[in-house]
């Protein structure tokens, strides 16, 4: 079943419209002549979503924002998948372990372990970058699968024993830039499954379950302690998944 709605604000710029499926709540505004559209919504899950607001200073700019993990079903176990990506398309890729670091003014750090690999070694050597995503199903079944890393392929190796060969990806990419501006409310996370948390000189730094949507630069909090990410190191394997979660000071 498919449910949609349109929202519509009349504006001296003219109208704005935001077509939104299954919404729950939505709200959309168009105030005058310098201002700018806002628009909000809240829904179960987001297919889809647009907004138009036409004006002589420019196209209008919308950032949505959808956490979506309150609708995971807690239950059902999360895997981790690699996409290489390469000039003939995408191949699909098993991992048996994967790390990577995201951070802010440091380059970004990404290695994923596959098994069995003999089967993919073509693929992975025509791939110039490897993406790592989550998935997970919702209390309805549906499947969600959300991008955790990405990274250009500059390192490549085989390792071949008496049954099977493993092959290991890395690669570096760029820092993540930070704005000077402190982060809106509306990225905050509460850390998930704290282990350990450390405060000293270099701030705070907490062990924890992995969170899909904590990125450098959102706040985090966790014990009482609340403070802006400026890195992640995730490390995923067969029997286990946490990362770090810290600030620089």
């Known amino acids: 079943m498919s449910l949609g709605a349109d929202a519509m604000a009349a504006a001296a710029l003219g109208g704005s419209a935001e077509p939104a499926a299954l919404p729950i709540f939505g709200y959309a505004a168009a105030p005058g002549l310098l201002g700018a559209p806002a628009i909000r919504a809240r829904n179960g899950l987001l297919i889809s979503a647009s907004a138009v607001a036409p004006s002589p200073l420019g196209a209008a700019g919308v950032l949505g924002i959808n956490d979506f993990t309150a609708l995971l079903d807690p239950e059902r176990p999360d895997r981790y998948v690699m996409d290489l990506i390469g000039p003939g398309g995408t191949v699909r890729a098993p991992i048996s372990s994967w790390q990577a670091t995201i951070q802010d003014g440091r380059a970004n750090f990404v290695q994923c372990v596959v098994p069995a690999a003999t089967p993919y070694m073509s693929a992975i050597n025509a791939a110039t970058s490897v993406v790592v995503s989550r998935r997970s199903q919702t209390r309805a079944g549906e499947w969600i699968e959300y991008e955790m890393a990405r990274a250009p392929v500059q390192t490549t190796s085989y390792d071949r024993g008496p049954y099977r060969g493993t092959a290991t990806i890395s690669g570096y990419t760029a820092a993540?830039?930070?704005?000077?501006?402190?982060?809106?409310?509306?990225?905050?996370?509460?850390?998930?499954?704290?282990?350990?948390?450390?405060?000293?000189?270099?701030?705070?730094?907490?062990?924890?379950?992995?969170?899909?949507?904590?990125?450098?630069?959102?706040?985090?909090?966790?014990?009482?302690?609340?403070?802006?990410?400026?890195?992640?190191?995730?490390?995923?394997?067969?029997?286990?998944?946490y990362c770090d979660v810290g600030e620089r000071v």
Do not use: K, M, Q
């Open 176 to 241: 993540v830039e930070l704005s000077e501006v402190e982060p809106p409310a509306r990225y905050d996370r509460a850390l998930p499954g704290v282990r350990s948390i450390s405060v000293g000189g270099g701030g705070v730094r907490a062990r924890c379950a992995i969170d899909w949507l904590l990125r450098p630069g959102h706040r985090a909090s966790a014990d009482g302690e609340t403070f802006v990410v400026s890195y992640i190191n995730y490390y995923v394997n067969a029997n286990d998944s």
